[in-house]
C-alpha cells in the first residue's frame, strides 16, 4: 500500500495535482474521492479530466448521480464515469442507480463521496481524502489500494 501526501494551497493547483496523477492511471481504475463538502473533489476531477479530455466540461453530478466524459484522442479509447454518492444511501440505492453495471467494462471510474458506499464495495484501486485546512489550503492524501498488473 502505497501513501503520497501533497500540499495544494489553491484550485487551480489541486486541479494541476489531479492532472498529474491522471497520467499515472490505467484503464479500468477507480477514483474513490473522500472529503467534506466544498473539499475540493469536483475541482480534482476537473484537472485529472484536463489529462484526459482538455475541452471536456466538467461539473458535480449531485443531482444526475452520474456524468459521462468522452475520452479524448489520447489512446486510451473509453470513458471516465464521474459519480457523486452524495445521497446514496445503501446497496439497494447503488442498485437502483445501476451502479454495478459500470464495472468491469474498462473504463475509469471517479466517485466522490466515496464514504458513503465504502461497505458495499472493495474494488476501489485509489482512494484520495482531501482535507480542508483552510485558507484555500487542502491537503490530498493519495492511497493505492490494490496494485493493478
Known sequence: MMIERIHSKSEAETENIAYNLA???????IIALNGEMGAGKT??????MRFFAPSVRVSSPTFA????Y???DNGFGGSVFHFDMYRINGEEDLI???FYDYLGRGDILIIEWFE???YFFDEYT???NIVNIGNDSREIIFERVIELD
Open 126 to 128: 485509489v482512494e484520495i
Open 96 to 98: 437502483s442507480v445501476g
Open 116 to 118: 458513503n458506499i465504502r
Open 23 to 29: 497520467s499515472r492511471i490505467q484503464q479500468g481504475d
Open 43 to 48: 475541482a480534482f476531477t476537473r484537472g485529472f
Open 70 to 72: 468522452e475520452m479524448g
Open 65 to 68: 448521480i452520474v456524468n459521462q
